[in-house]
């Protein structure tokens, strides 16, 4: 009896593809859920959620309270926005308390210069992407009510964390208007995503954070003009397709945080991630999260 060599042949390649197809199955079901897996994230706070419906998408210690460092600013330009009657272009005349405390509290500063006239506008640019301290302190000071400075910048303080109780953030404290505060700045990763969608809400907010840089032309004191450069500190943009903002932070204590957002596909994620270990882990941190969140 003759043996059809082509015939066993072909059996055997149609069990070998057989046997190929088999192992390959789970093989694949496998890979797909490991890239449903949540990603792990050096930070000790991560919050993500779809900006649309509010739905949780990532999640780590999302209610647990961390410093908020310099993402405060997000509510110092939320309470200036949500002003009645809001002139964006009156003009802020810069004053010595303001660089004296970026001096004393060795902070973050948008560069502002003692006399110069910087207009509300101006001021949010300086605010949220240098993080500058010292803009912070001028919009504290220009939106607080009260017959000394200092009055006028715990009114405006009071009026943060009144905002934070109306907007349901219920683990929310503020003692300063920067985030440089007492020990008693807090928030969580959940907290803070909240505010960073509603401030979203605000046309010259979305237009401000996702800035990468601006030159402003200010008036100085003896009504002549200067360029004011400011570069964002959000390292996402320009490096995540999609980003729309927001805010970075840190400090000793709140470590490196990022309140984020980015739009792909017509979906917009929005997330925090708190005490993260360094600069280069807190953008992995958020880029992870969101490549998870758009998967979801």
Known sequence: MKTDIGAVLRVAGVAVTAGAVLTA????AAARADTLRPPTIAAK???VMNNGTGKTLFAKSA?????????AKIMTARVVLAQRNLDLDAKVTVQKAYSDYIVA??????????????????LLYGLMLPSGCDAAYALADK???GS??????????GRMNST???????????????????????????????LASDAMKYPLFRTVVKTRSTKQKVTTRNNGYRYMSWTNTNPLLGTYAGTIGIKTGSGPEARYCLVYAATRGGRTVV??????????NRAADAKKTLNYGFKK
């Open 164 to 194: 934070a109780r109306s907007l349901g953030l219920r683990n929310t404290h503020f003692d300063s208007f920067d985030g440089i505060g007492n020990k008693a700045n807090y928030s969580t990763p959940r907290d803070l995503t909240k």
């Open 143 to 145: 939106f607080g009510s």
């Open 45 to 47: 706070g991560g919050f």
């Open 25 to 28: 199955g789970p093989l694949s």
């Open 271 to 280: 997330g925090t991630v708190l005490a993260s270990t360094s600069q280069a």
């Open 148 to 157: 000394t400075r200092a009055k006028r910048v715990q009114s405006f303080i």
């Open 105 to 122: 509290k060795t902070a973050s500063s948008a560069r502002l210069i003692v006399g110069d006239k910087v207009t509300v506008r101006q």
């Open 63 to 71: 209610d647990k309270r961390l410093p908020t460092g310099s993402t």
